[in-house]
């Protein structure tokens, strides 16, 4: 069976290889990318399993990115959103946009385990 493709994108260092390790030994394959110029790069050339974004990234922000997938890409890609950001008018305007999910920070890595793979198991 292939590995599903998770991207994740996220410029926090150490919670980025957490949840990579976590997604890795979960049986993803996980790419990561550090900011939004990154994110746009690898979605000209490939188009994931699903997207685990952060809200605040440099260069293309979290929002931008929802926005670019569903309306540039016109893509139904799940994309969870994982933000310290998590004040109502952020969680609206994303799902608004298009997000599946929201995760408040601090993330649990189990907890974004088991809503990954129920994004996964709706297709």
Request: negative net charge.
């Amino acid at each position: 069976m292939m590995k599903k493709k998770l991207l994740l994108a996220e410029d926090d260092e150490l919670l980025s290889a957490l949840l990579n390790y976590r997604l890795e030994k979960e049986g993803y394959q996980v790419i990561v990318c550090r900011d939004g110029k990154e994110v746009k790069e690898y979605l000209g050339q490939d188009c994931p399993d699903i997207i685990v974004t952060d809200i605040m990234m440099p260069y293309f922000s979290g929002m931008e990115l929802i926005d670019f997938v569903r309306k540039e890409m016109n893509s139904e890609v799940p994309i969870i959103i994982i933000s310290s950001a998590g004040n109502e008018e952020n969680v609206l305007n994303a799902f608004e946009l298009g997000a599946n999910d929201f995760i408040a920070k601090p993330v649990s890595p189990a907890e974004l385990m088991v809503r990954v793979n129920r994004e996964l198991s709706k297709k």
